[in-house]
């Protein structure tokens, strides 16, 4: 028996469509997470790029648990000494709601030169609920990740 390894020529790449609308922000980042790196196939091989492409829509409709929505803040450095930035979460949402899932995914993969590379660029948020990629002809995936 050998140990199989997933080759370029033999990962098919999809697309999938999440709706954000009223899921659980870490909870739905780490399952966007897993399908980005290809966990969810069973050809899934650590140093290949086996992941899919997903879209994800209504990113400003995501839901935070507890206290986080007064609480969270987000942490940018300008380069200069003393100049941190910390932006709040309603903030964030306010103006950017795509880059909040854009962090909290890209939080929960590897830094590695794969994910940089490759991983990074298989992600696409909108904060409504239209996106320009119906030509790739993506799939529903439904994410059931509500806090209940």
């Known amino acids: 028996?050998?140990?199989?390894?997933?080759?370029?020529?033999?990962?098919?790449?999809?697309?999938?469509?999440?709706?954000a609308e009223g899921q659980?922000?870490?909870?739905?980042?780490?399952?966007?997470?897993?399908?980005?790196r290809g966990k969810h196939k069973p050809v899934f091989t650590p140093h290949m790029d086996t992941g899919d492409n997903v879209i994800v829509i209504n990113a400003a409709?995501?839901?935070?648990t507890g206290r986080k929505a007064e609480q969270k803040r987000y942490f940018t450095h300008t380069g200069y000494m003393g100049h941190e930035r910390h932006t709040p979460y309603a903030a964030m949402l306010a103006r950017h709601p795509e880059r909040i899932i854009e962090k909290a995914v890209y939080g929960m993969l590897p830094k590695t030169t794969?994910?940089?590379?490759g991983l990074r660029r298989k992600l696409r948020v909108y904060a409504g609920a239209e996106h320009p990629h119906a030509a790739q002809q993506p799939t529903a995936l439904t994410i059931r990740t509500t806090s209940e």
């Open 61 to 64: 409709k995501v839901v935070v």
């Open 24 to 36: 659980v922000l870490g909870r739905l980042a780490s399952e966007i997470a897993k399908i980005i």
């Open 1 to 19: 028996m050998k140990t199989y390894t997933a080759t370029p020529s033999t990962v098919e790449h999809k697309w999938f469509v999440v709706d």
């Open 114 to 117: 794969l994910a940089r590379e």
